[in-house]
């Protein structure tokens, strides 16, 4: 079982930057691919980012590639979203995610993670 926290979300102004990070509880999480979804009103939920189990590995959504960045800390439980040159349009709930699968490769669905975060807020003002 794992357990999952977002922190960091809030208001920035168009071209500004926020760091996203993602707790994790449970002894497998360092095992387990990771990745970010946002879900904005009225939209349905949609893919971002993912990292392999050890990091080496990262996949990116057209929308976020060349302005986002993700990370992990196994060694802290932590998943990170760097998110740089914000538009009003990545207003959405950011949500981590796990696959719950160890070793397993990146996924880009969302049908592949089995462990959800509560959100956490992004709002860009244009």
């Known amino acids: 079982q794992v357990q999952l926290v977002e922190s960091g979300g809030g208001l920035v102004q168009a071209g500004g930057s926020l760091r996203l990070s993602c707790a994790a509880s449970?002894?497998?999480?360092?095992?387990?691919?990771m990745g970010w979804f946002r879900q904005a009103p009225g939209k349905e939920r949609e893919f971002v980012a993912a990292i392999s189990w050890n990091g080496a590995d990262t996949y990116y959504a057209d929308s976020a590639k060349g302005r986002f960045t993700i990370s992990r800390d196994n060694a802290k439980n932590l998943v990170y979203l760097q998110m740089n040159s914000l538009e009003p349009e990545d207003t959405a709930g950011y949500y981590c995610?796990?696959?719950?699968?160890?070793?397993?490769?990146?996924?880009?669905?969302?049908?592949?993670?089995?462990?959800w975060g509560q959100g956490t807020q992004v709002t860009v003002s244009s």
């Open positions: 449970g002894r497998t999480f360092s095992t387990y691919p």
């Open positions: 995610a796990a696959t719950g699968r160890a070793f397993m490769r990146i996924r880009a669905t969302a049908d592949g993670y089995t462990y």
